[in-house]
């Protein structure tokens, strides 16, 4: 079982910047990928970004490249979403969502690196961070 807790939402003016965070406890996290989703207000959830567990691997929405960054820090079981140049339809509650990706066996660690996009990929969710992004 892996428990995620996101953090780092707020209110921004277009223009802006934030940075989200997606804190693990439980298994090994390093061995899990991560996603962030997010869903705005009579919409669908979407996806954002996505990290492979060997990190070697990255996926990005359209809608978001070269403005956000995924990125991990498994010394502290954390990913992390920079988003900069915000803008009013980035306003929603953002996910992140975890997938087990590798296992550690006696010899090491072996799996497959993979950024999925879809949500039924993710095993794991947690409760959501707003972000609002204001002209």
């Known amino acids: 079982q892996v428990q995620l807790v996101e953090s780092g939402g707020g209110s921004v003016q277009a223009g802006g910047r934030l940075r989200l965070s997606c804190a693990a406890s439980?298994?090994?996290?390093?061995?899990?990928?991560v996603g962030w989703f997010r869903q705005a207000p009579g919409k669908d959830r979407e996806f954002v970004a996505a990290?492979?567990?060997?990190?070697?691997?990255?996926n990005y929405a359209d809608s978001v490249k070269g403005r956000f960054t995924i990125s991990r820090d498994d010394a502290k079981n954390t990913v992390y979403l920079e988003m900069n140049n915000l803008k009013p339809e980035d306003t929603a509650v953002y996910y992140c969502a975890a997938e087990k990706q590798a296992t550690t066996l006696a010899m090491g660690v072996t799996g497959s690196s993979r950024s999925p996009s879809a949500s039924y990929e993710y095993d794991y969710w947690g409760q959501g961070t707003q972000v609002t992004v204001s002209i």
């Open positions: 439980g298994r090994i996290f390093s061995n899990y990928g």
């Open positions: 990290i492979s567990w060997s990190v070697d691997s990255t």
